[in-house]
């Protein structure tokens, strides 16, 4: 009986790893929210000569991701924003057809300009209409 003996605590542990580690798969793992989840991300379309959305509402004090997708074929617009103490102060270039994406977190309410500050040989985009309103709230 001496291989008996010896094997029977050989088992036990097999055993009792089996049964722990079985007890381990069947515990569901929560992943933490992860920081991303408070951000708001805003899409506008840029064309000649707007914006559209021209207004868009967002939540002060949480990140805003503003994707400016231009689908113009030549003409190269901008977006801007100038309001730094509120937290807001955008000036980016954006080339025909291609996306632009910014990041800012507006910190006051409120409604707050924003526009394309290029400039044809017909005038500013601003006076064709390339403006919109960001209201924070
Ligand atoms: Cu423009």
């Known amino acids: ?5 010896s094997i029977l605590p050989a088992l036990l542990i ?3 790893a089996y049964a722990s580690s079985g007890a381990d798969a069947g515990q569901t793992q929560e992943s933490p929210p ?3 989840a408070d951000v708001q991300k805003v899409e506008i379309v840029v064309d000649s000569y707007s914006f559209d959305p021209d207004t868009i509402k967002v939540a002060g004090g949480k990140p805003v991701e503003l994707t400016l997708r231009s689908v113009t ?3 190269p617009h901008n977006f801007t924003i100038d309001d730094p103490a509120s937290g807001l102060n955008v000036d980016v270039d ?4 291609e996306d632009v994406t910014v990041t800012f977190t507006p910190l006051k309410t409120g409604k707050f300009p924003f526009y394309c500050g290029k400039k044809g040989l017909l005038g500013s ?3 064709k209409g390339m403006k919109g309103t960001l209201e924070v709230m």
């Open 1 to 5: 009986m001496k291989f008996t003996a």
């Open 14 to 16: 097999l055993f009792s």
């Open 34 to 36: 992860s920081p991303q």
């Open 73 to 75: 074929s030549l003409v």
């Open 94 to 97: 954006i080339p025909s057809g």
């Open 125 to 127: 985009h601003l006076k």
